[in-house]
Every structure is written in C-alpha cells, then in structure tokens.
Nanobody, 122 residues
Framework: QLQAFGGGLVQTGGSLRLSCVAS????????MGWFRQAPGKEREFVSS????????YYTDSVRGRFAISRDNLKNTVWLHMDRLKPEDTAVYYCAAARSRPSPVTVGRVDFWGQGTLVTVSS
C-alpha cells in the first residue's frame, strides 16, 4: 500500500514536498516513481528512483526543479518541487515497480498510491 500526501495550493515560483509512505511489502525491492495527471490529459511520468537511490530519472520539464529521494529505513519516497509553474498543476501519484535498471514507466508499475493534488496559481 502506498500513501501519498503533501499536495496543496502554492503560488508560481513556490515549493512543495510530496511524500509517499509504503507499507506491506519490502520497500527496498522496488523502484519508486512519481507520475502526474492534469485535467483532460493522460497520466505522465515525472520522476523515478532506483531501489537503492543510486539512479534517478526526470522528465525534461521538471529536471533541475524537482528532486526525488528515498529512505528505505522509513519506507518513504519524496518529491521535492521547486520553482513551481502553473503547468505543474496536476494530481500526483506515487508508484512502485519491481527493480530494473531503467526508469519506472506506467507499464512497469505494480502498485499505485492514491493521488495528491498540486495546484500552482499564476
């Protein structure tokens, strides 16, 4: 089970940190990812991190502004979001996928968390 939280309303240029806490399975067996879905759009990849944190991946639109991290002792993955833009407005979902040496894609996801809404006002 994945529990995501930390969304909210923020002004353009602001920051938020999303958290996702896992339970019920061995967290370190999984790569973790963040995806987002804006109204009327498909769910898209944002970022992912390998099981040990050794590899991170970002979609081009967030690279340099967002940072993903994890703590396997706390069963938690975070997405720190800086310099937020209105186009970052979406429901953000965390996801878990069995470990592979590649980014987490929608097709790889084994478990989804519930979404947390991020709204960036202009």
């Amino acid at each position: 089970q994945l529990q995501a939280f930390g969304g909210g309303l923020v002004q353009t240029g602001g920051s938020l940190r999303l958290s996702c806490v896992a339970s019920g399975r061995t967290f370190s067996n999984y790569d973790m990812g963040w995806f987002r879905q804006a109204p009327g759009k498909e769910r898209e990849f944002v970022s992912s991190i390998s099981w040990n944190g050794g590899a991170t991946y970002y979609t081009d639109s967030v690279r340099g502004r967002f940072a993903i991290s994890r703590d396997n002792l706390k069963n938690t993955v975070w997405l720190h979001m800086d310099r937020l833009k209105p186009e970052d407005t979406a429901v953000y979902y965390c996801a878990a996928a069995r470990s592979r040496p590649s980014p987490v894609t929608v097709g790889r996801v084994d478990f989804w968390g519930q979404g947390t809404l991020v709204t960036v006002s202009s």
